[in-house]
Nanobody, 123 residues
Framework: VQLQASGGGLVQAGGSLTLSCAASGRTFSRYGMGWFRQAPGKEREFVAG????????YYTSSVKGRFTISRDNAKNTVYLQMNSLKPEDTAVYYC?????????????????WGQGTLVTVSS
């Protein structure tokens, strides 16, 4: 599986952005998907995860109620809708995929990583 993330950019605090991650391969619907982020000088952290069917989602506490992960298996794409953005959400966001891991917070569990997309939230 190859993953291509897009949708990052510069936004003011309180604004919204939607990240997309397009996956190659015919077996996209078998994979759990997720997003991680890494802010400058900080550890990489789990943001959100979604199971193969989209009916189970997982979030880190700092984004619950503000971010929504979803997927469209017909389009081989997973999304991260980010609302009420805060300066502390500034980071490079990475899309991840794995056949057996869903919602795992440890990045090393995931077999596939996309390139990052930068989200910058100004105050």
């Amino acid at each position: 599986v190859q993953l291509q993330a897009s949708g990052g950019g510069l936004v003011q605090a309180g604004g919204s952005l939607t990240l997309s991650c397009a996956a190659s391969g015919r077996t996209f619907s078998r994979y759990g998907m997720g997003w991680f982020r890494q802010a400058p000088g900080k550890e990489r952290e789990f943001v959100a995860g979604i199971n193969w069917s989209g009916d189970s989602t997982y979030y880190t506490s700092s984004v619950k109620g503000r971010f929504t992960i979803s997927r469209d298996n017909a389009k081989n794409t997973v999304y991260l809708q980010m609302n009420s953005l805060k300066p502390e959400d500034t980071a490079v966001y990475y899309c991840v995929a794995d056949e057996t891991v869903v919602g795992g917070i440890r990045g090393e569990l995931y077999d596939y990583w996309g390139q990052g997309t930068l989200v910058t939230v100004s105050s």
